[in-house]
């Protein structure tokens, strides 16, 4: 005896064959909230990991007017603020000095040549359980 399949048994399979044959995945591509829920802490390395790759999630992420300075002894403004894109652990160390410190609410990274009067630091603060850059220092003599 045959059994005869109803549309939606025919529409789900369909659906999975796709899936198999073609890597087709509908979810692969949805944008990640990371949304911290009442009470949670946001992980700080997914956290800096898209605050390092999407300059406008690091821009909402940033406390203006940040404490410290640009290169030319400047207020950090949004006009002026020029957008981090590495990642401290990722900065070339053959050529850097660089030295970073985690605790429980913070997050200090520093960057320099040495004997050549250019360093940065940064500092990123756990504020009401979400991330945010607070302290930027550039010099460059």
Known sequence: MI?????NQIGLILIVVLISFTGCNPFRNRPVNIEVSKGSIEDFDFFYDRFVKDSL?????????LKGCNEDGNEWTK????TIKT???DVDTTLYKVFYQRDKNSFIEKVWIEDSGFSSEQKF???NNKWFLVFAFELNN
């Open 57 to 65: 999630f690091q821009m909402s992420r940033l406390k203006f007017p």
């Open 125 to 127: 603060d756990l504020i």
């Open 87 to 89: 990642k401290i652990f």
């Open 3 to 7: 059994k005869i399949l109803t549309i």
């Open 79 to 82: 006009e002026n603020w020029i």
